[in-house]
């Protein structure tokens, strides 16, 4: 008689979170140095959280409000077969750079032909919760995922540089980006406010004053700043 092989048993997949609160990153004055640091350019966008599950599609910003019907175009072009959850940021560029001013006037009018999505980390994916993996294994997961999908525009890997943060810091103020963000290569991902990411912004810091406002669900989105020059009041963005 023929012994039977017992089939090991499948470990159960995790259930997919909702919304997790993202990892925020602390204002510096200087970029980071050494080995242990990546480096982005800091976009100037929306936070949104795309979470995939088959044709199910969510959107969340950084207040956990779903606004993929805002997002559709980009949340359908993430078109992989099973389930990831991807952190990233909404843009629009305008004259080479990401603009919020033009991202919140395309938002204004149901407008989204020019959005594009940033990836920039991936929390979770078919099963497995990956924020305690280290900060450049979870980005080289991301890259994979998008190109063995072969995601197009408008979703886009998010590139880093490995390195002298101080020295992208300076590109990106002479191309008037808003700044970089630098990331501890081992570091897991934790829904607070963490060192391990560290924003280092080009724009000095200046009194506007506040002309007017855009309200969203979550309270204020956006502000519009003047400033006094003489005695006019001249709008800024």
Do not use: C
């Not at 560290?198 to 989105?221: H, L, N, Y």
């Not at 519009?224 to 003489?230: A, P, R, T, V």
């Amino acid at each position: 008689m023929a012994k039977r092989t017992r089939t090991p048993a499948k470990k159960p997949q995790a259930a997919k979170p909702g919304f997790i609160s993202p990892q925020l990153a602390t204002l510096k004055m200087k970029a980071p140095s050494g080995v242990q640091w990546i480096h982005e350019v800091k976009y100037d966008g929306y936070r949104v959280q795309l979470h995939i599950d088959g044709d199910d599609r969510k959107a969340f910003t950084r207040n956990g409000h779903n606004w993929v019907n805002r997002f559709s175009v980009i949340a359908g072009a993430f078109n992989i077969a099973g389930q990831a959850i991807v952190d990233g940021e909404v843009v629009v560029i305008h004259e080479g750079r990401t603009n919020f001013s033009e991202l919140q006037a395309d938002l204004g009018r149901g407008d989204q032909d020019r959005l594009v999505y940033f990836a920039f980390d991936l929390l979770w994916l078919d099963g497995k919760d990956l924020r305690r993996m280290a900060q450049l294994a979870r980005k080289e997961l991301l890259k994979q995922l998008i190109d063995e999908n072969g995601l197009e525009a408008p979703i886009f890997y998010s590139e880093h540089h490995e390195s002298d943060g101080q020295a992208l810091f300076e590109a990106a103020s002479k191309l008037n980006y808003e700044g970089i963000v630098s990331k501890r290569v081992d570091a897991p991902y934790r829904s607070e406010r963490v060192e391990a990411w560290q924003k280092i912004k080009t724009v000095q810091r200046e009194k506007f004053p506040v002309v007017g406002f855009v309200k969203d669900p979550s309270g204020v989105a956006a502000l519009y700043l003047g400033k006094q020059e003489g005695n006019e009041l001249r709008y800024m963005g």
